[in-house]
């Protein structure tokens, strides 16, 4: 057992050695990274302002699905006593969010083009209330597009499973929100958001068809690739 012991503590002191040996040699590495930074022909973003957040962006689309179907994504129950308090809550923490990367893709534009960037952070705060006001338009559109979609899929049991599980609402609803902060003349940021949600589901859905007021049924149409109209596909008009 004491031998047992013994040769358990050599193996452990020779692993740490081993271990210490090669982490020695990780300041080297670091340094050669380091140096790569500096070739123009690599890209970097290394500067004092912020570029819009992709992480952020992730919690954003979270937080704002929140909003746009209460109840079924919060971490809070929600009641009639409580919808007030976590729509007040979802909407603070959007407007905190979304305003800061508004403001970051804006100055990144001025920087990047070399503009005056002075009132970036009112300009952001104002189209975040502007974004934040189009919220209930949003939504009974997405309503539309959850209708159409139960109608067209044969599968489909209830209404709350294609919100809580469709990948194409799941699309969609970003898709929506991009278009609307594209609308309002956001850079870069749509196009962060559509691009995760075309990541997620490998639905893509093109900008012509966000500029009608069409609910799209693309479930059963395009479980993947590019959306656009195509026979069999079905697009219900919004009353």
Do not use: W
Not at 91 to 116: G, P
Not at 149 to 176: C, H, L, M, W
């Amino acid at each position: 057992m004491a031998h047992n012991t013994k040769s358990i503590e050599l193996t452990c002191k020779l692993e740490a050695e081993s271990l210490d040996k090669y982490r020695q040699l990780l300041p080297e590495k670091v340094e050669k990274i380091v140096e790569s930074c500096s070739d123009t022909e690599c890209y970097t973003h290394i500067d004092y302002d912020p570029i819009p957040s992709k992480a952020a962006v992730v919690v954003i689309i979270d937080k704002i699905r929140e909003v746009l179907f209460p109840g079924y994504f919060s971490r809070e129950k929600v009641d009639p006593v409580t919808l007030k308090y976590v729509i007040g809550q979802s909407v603070t923490t959007i407007f905190e969010m979304v305003s800061e990367q508004i403001i970051n893709s804006i100055r990144h534009d001025c920087l990047k083009y070399s503009e005056s960037c002075s009132d970036c952070v009112e300009q952001g705060q104002k189209i975040c209330l502007d974004f934040l006001e189009t919220i209930p338009e949003i939504r009974k559109t997405l309503a539309t597009d959850v209708r159409a979609t139960f109608e067209g899929d044969p599968a489909a049991k209830n209404y709350d499973e294609i919100v809580f599980s469709y990948p194409g609402i799941f699309a969609i609803s970003v898709y929506r929100v991009a278009h609307t902060l594209y609308q309002l003349g956001v850079p870069l940021l749509p196009r962060i958001m559509t691009e995760y949600a075309h990541g997620e589901t490998g639905i893509d859905i093109h900008n012509s068809l966000l500029d009608i007021r069409y609910s799209l049924f693309m479930l059963i149409c395009r479980p993947t690739g590019v959306f656009q109209a195509s026979p069999g596909c079905r697009a219900a008009p919004i009353p």
